[in-house]
Every structure is written in C-alpha cells, then in structure tokens.
C-alpha cells in the first residue's frame, strides 16, 4: 500500500484554445507528496459551474483555516456595477498599435489629448462633455489620468497646437522609419461655424450649402493609403489654391524625399502651383491632377486630343513642348448618371411650364412674355442648354435645340487628367489609379466631418484652439480606420462596434467603505467577437486610482428642467 501525505487543495483554472475557440475548465485538484515528489490529483470537473460558484469554492478554500471570516464577509466587501471599459480599454490598446500614445508622449498633457481623442470617437461633443464622459468610462484609471476640468481641456488643445508638428513628425516616422512614400493625397474641405467669433471665421465658397454662414478652411495631407499625416486650418476666405504651397513646404522639407508626387484635383492644383511645385528642385516633386472641361475643348481646337481617345480603357497623349501627360478615359456609368440629371431637370422645366400654360388659361390679363421670362430664368438656373421657346395663342411649349444638346453630352462621363511624370516613372494606368486614390480623403473628411466624428460644431474660438480642435479630429480618425481595418469582416459599422463595447462594464470591487479595483467580467460572445477581431486582450482587473473629475460650470435650471 503507497503511503502519502495530503497537503492542500485548490482550484486549477486554465484557458486554452481549440479549433479556433478559446475555451477555460476549472478542476478541484490536491496537491500531495509521494516518496518526496509533489503530486496532484483530480477531485472534481468544475467546469461546469457559474463563475460566481467558481469565486466562492477558491475563497472557501482561501479561509479554510478561519472559516468564521466567512460569515461576516458580506459586511466588508460590498460588489457595486462599475465604469463602462470595453470601447475606452480597445482604443487604448489601438493607439499603443498604431503608435499614437508614444507620438503623445507620458505627460499629463499627453494623456489628457489622448482622452480627448478618445472622447471623440466614443461620443463627439464639446470639451465640456468630454470631462461628463470621462466620468462614465474607466478613462482616469486607464490612462493613469490626474483630476481634470474643461478649462484644462481648453487648455490643452493650445498644447496640442504647439506640438502639432512634433506630433505629426512622430507619426510619420513611426509608419515609415526607412523608405518614405513617394505619393501624396491632398484635398481641401470645410465647416461653416454657427457663431461669428472664431478667429478663422470668415465668408467663402461654402461646400455645405450654408450661405450666409461663416467657415473655416482646413486641408489633409495623406499618405498613398489615405493615413492622415497633417491637417491644417486656414481662414474660410482661403482659396483652395491658396492651401497648397504650405503643403509643398511640408513634403519638401518634413515628409517627402526625392522624386515625390502630389495629387490634388482640378481646382487644387493649377499654374501657378505646377509652378510652385517645380521650382523645389532639391525635391523633384511631381504632380498629378485634372484639368477642366474647358481646358479639354482647347486640347481639341490645338488638334492635341480626338474625342474617339475617350474610351472605358485608358489612353493617353505626350505634349513633347510643354513635357506633359494627358491621360484621358470616359466612365460610362458617370455619363449615363449626366444623362440622366439632364433628363430629370428638363422635366423640372415641363412642369414648370404646364404650371404657367394652366396660369395664363385662369388668367386672362396675365402677360405671356413674364411666364416665358420665368422659364428662362428657371432653365438657366438648372443650367441645362438653351432650348426653343414656342407661342401658341396663350399656350407656350418648349424643345430642345437637338445640336446644342448633342454638344453639351459629348463630354459626359469624359475626364482628362494631367501630370509631368516619365513614361518609365509611372505608366497612364497608375496615374489614373492614383488620381482615382483621392477618394479616400474624400472619405476621411466624411467620416470625419458629419458621421462618426463630427468635427462641428466647433466649440473654440481661439486660433490655437481651433487647430488643436481638428487635430484632436485627425488622431481619431487614424483610431476609427484602424478599427475599421479590424472589423471589415464583421457585418457592423465603427460606431455599432463601439456602442456595443461600451455595455461591458467592470465590476466594483469595495471593501469596508473604500473602493480597491475594478474586476472585468468576461465579456459575452458579441463583444469577445470586437476583441478578437481588434487583437485586444483584456485584463482581469484594474486599480482603482481614486480619481474623479468634474465640470466647472453646472448645468443651467432651464437644461435641468428640460
């Protein structure tokens, strides 16, 4: 008969993976001593049991000694719901990833930009929401943040607008520590404002169909995989033409390297600026872009291009004395929508005139020549071509001029794009494609103008606080294209991945009055698919710091009562 010697019991809890799933078993194992080796032994298949179980077998077997303790256990500690800190937990892991923490730095001014990036890819709103926010989510414990209000919010974003270009340099020099791109995307947007004392505030060509709105111009430098590498804010007066020789200095002198290239569209990139961008000689910089439909009519008095070049495949024509490219195409799909809107507006004009033909006939004293004046009027202002005016009796008809429709169609879905590359620097097809590649700021300056992270309204007035303000927006979107990388295979968007992570909350842990730590649960399978997905592992728990955070202004009795 084997003699041993038991020496203690406890619970072996382990986590695996098989077959793609991970999976934990508990088992209720005792150690003993065999002829002087340690040996285990199963006692039990825990496996089975809730957590909760699992938790109150190991503190048994914890006090095992003092089983007493037990009974007043309930009167020390006390278990509460805790912060919400799946969505605040992920970001925090994203932006180690990506390389955004270490581009902030390990100050408390860092940290506090960190959360306000945070903040607003969560939920967007002011500075003074962000401290709201920051006290519904694990945001003090995670990044190790000290007691902050919304005038120390506003006073970071002057921070972050004196450390705009260390920042960016960092970023850049992270993503590419060797070989540079020899691409850049540049794109020019803006937002009109709903006050007028912001110090960029001014009248300009209004992209939001705003009038009467003061804006401010703002300009994103993207690397050829549509990245953000450097936003700027300009006064909303500022041509688009105007943004571009600062983002020349950038490329020359911070980013690029030899033999670079910027894309920019038909009116960003003209004259004057192919002529800015020639003269850095030191950079050899190139360009990409569009010319006008009116710059294509003269290509076609010079005898330079024929219409039949426009073809669903790519061509192109070598303008040996100017030591250009043109690469020409037509888009089928885009001309049958051109044809189409032509349609749908000519049709506006019909029912505008059947309306006038039914006024003259309940009018008698109506003039006819004022309801042929407001056709014109109207056709002008829908910008279709000129049409034929008829008169019978009182009764006014309309057709079109068949030539001067056919004209004004013979460039529909047609564009000419124009560059000084070589032949043996870039074939037509890859300077078409990377002219096509300007979609992607198009899209980060949706996503990051009315979607996800609604860069306005702008809560600032100050300059400074106004370029902190979109550089906060830029860093977010390098966060909401990361997540959006790691989701692409899951049927949801940013923002429902996001609301869903922000449902696991820990929890609180109190012992005898005094919060300790905050436990995370596991979380259940919609939101362990996000994690997987995101490649972010949580902890078990975090300390509890003991930091809370507060507005200064208070709610109003009216919002109050609301």
């Known amino acids: 008969m084997t003699r041993y010697n038991v020496d203690t019991m406890f619970v072996d809890s382990c986590t695996y993976a098989a077959n793609g799933k991970k999976y934990t078993r508990h088992l209720l194992r005792e150690s003993y001593r065999q002829r002087g080796k340690v040996c285990h032994r199963t006692l039990a298949n825990l496996t089975h049991c809730s957590d909760e179980e699992i938790q109150a077998i190991k503190l048994a077997l914890k006090h095992k000694a003092d089983l007493h303790q037990l009974g007043n256990i309930n009167q020390d500690i006390d278990i509460r719901q805790g912060l919400s800190v799946g969505a605040v937990w992920t970001l925090w892991q994203v932006a180690q990833r990506i390389g955004l923490v270490k581009a902030l730095g390990c100050s408390q001014h860092a940290k506090q930009a960190l959360w306000q990036v945070f903040a607003r890819v969560i939920e967007q709103g002011s500075r003074l929401s962000a401290v709201r926010l920051a006290n ?17 919010l506003y006073g970071n974003l002057d921070w972050l607008a004196q450390q705009q270009e260390r920042i960016e340099d960092r970023l850049f020099r992270q993503r590419y520590p060797e070989d540079k791109p020899e691409l850049y995307l540049y794109d020019v947007t803006s937002s009109y404002l709903e006050g007028v004392c912001n110090a960029l505030a001014a009248f300009g060509y209004n992209r939001d169909g705003k009038s009467g709105k003061r804006q401010i111009v703002y300009g994103l430098l993207c690397d050829p995989q549509g990245r953000p590498i450097s936003i700027e804010a300009f006064p909303g007066n500022t041509p688009d033409t105007k943004t571009f020789g600062s983002q020349v200095r950038k490329v020359a002198d911070r980013f690029g390297g030899k033999g670079v290239t910027l894309v920019g569209d038909r009116g960003m990139i003209k004259g004057p600026q192919i002529e800015q961008i020639q003269a850095e000689d030191s950079a050899e910089l190139h360009y990409i872009t569009a010319i006008t439909k009116p710059q294509i009519e003269s290509l076609f008095k010079q005898g330079l291009i ?16 100017a030591d250009v490219r043109y690469v020409l195409r037509r888009n089928p799909q885009r001309a049958s929508e051109m044809a189409q809107t032509r349609k749908s507006k000519l049709d506006k004009l019909l029912e505008l005139v059947a309306d006038r033909n039914t006024y003259l006939a309940e009018h008698p004293r109506a003039d006819i020549e004022v309801a042929r004046r407001k056709i014109e009027a109207r056709r002008q202002k829908l910008r279709l071509p000129a049409v034929e005016a008829n008169v019978d009796g009182r009764t006014l008809s309309i057709a079109k001029q068949d030539e001067v429709w056919q004209e004004a169609a013979k460039l529909d879905g047609c564009y000419c794009l124009k ?3 070589s032949k043996q620097q870039a074939c037509k097809e890859t300077v078409h494609d990377r002219y096509k590649d300007l979609s992607k700021v198009e899209w980060a300056f949706r996503t990051s103008k009315t979607t996800l992270l609604e860069a306005r309204p702008i809560y600032v007035c100050l300059e400074s606080r106004t370029r902190g303000h979109l550089l906060v927006v830029m860093l977010a979107y390098l966060l909401v294209q990361e997540l959006s990388r790691c ?24 012992v005898q009055g005094r919060s300790v730590m905050h436990n995370i649960p596991r979380p259940r399978a919609g939101v362990q698919r996000l994690l997987d997905a995101a490649g972010v592992t949580l902890p078990k728990s975090i300390a509890d710091r003991g930091v809370y955070v507060s507005t200064r202004k208070k709610l109003t009795a009216e919002r109050k009562t609301a």
């Open 136 to 152: 519904a989510h694990a945001a003090c414990d995670v990044l190790e943040l000290e007691a902050f209000n919304e005038d120390d």
């Open 306 to 321: 024929q219409m039949d070049l426009f073809d669903e495949t790519v061509a192109e024509v070598v303008d040996e004395e």
């Open 419 to 421: 560059t000084d590359l």
């Open 487 to 510: 989701w692409r295979d899951l049927d949801l968007t940013v923002e429902e991945g996001l609301d869903e992570l922000k449902s696991l909350c820990t929890t609180q842990v109190v």
